[in-house]
């Protein structure tokens, strides 16, 4: 990540950071709706402040949230004490050795991370969320697509209002980076509702080999 994003935690309003949203996705609740995923051993990496972990924890699932955010952390373990909900959240560099987690999962899935994480960096990613998941376990990710037309329109990477700088992807470059080691079940680009507007995002939907 190429920004401190703890300090982001730190200084701004919850509930002006773009990607905090307690209302669980669309693209995500519809996969529990529809029996695709069901209530297993999940991760939710980049979990931020835990609201989409404490939204299937409450459904069931096994839920360990990962985050670099400290400070995300902190809230996100405080929100689930005053909810009664039982999740797991850690602090760890979704780049780093992930010594923090324990234990394999069947459900992992990354809401918005991916255009953090520059290509440079997205073997490493990829090498360690083989790491974290069993043999058949199925995997979400939503990623900002280059076709999205928010923070100058064009451009694979875009600086923002946050101080971040976003990289924007293509539905073959995500196929390309996960293919190799899952299968892809479902891919498209999708609207996803963002504060203050929508976005176009790149949807995979894929089975670990």
Known sequence: MKYDVDRLYQTTPLDTIPWNCETPPYALASLVKS????????IDLGCGTGNYAMYLAGLGFDVTGIDSSPTAISIAR??????????????GDLLGDLHEIRGKFDFGFDWEVLHTIYPEDRATYVRNLCRLLNTGARYLSVCFSELDPQFGGSGKYRPTPAGTTLYFSSEEEIRDLFSPEFIIKDQKTIDVPGKPYPHKAVYLLAERR
Do not use: I, Y
């Not at 029996?35 to 999940?42: F, L």
């Not at 405080?78 to 602090?91: D, S, Y």
């Open 35 to 42: 029996g695709k995923v069901s209530p297993c051993k999940t």
């Open 78 to 91: 405080e929100n689930a004490e005053k909810r009664g909900v039982l999740c797991m959240f850690v602090t």
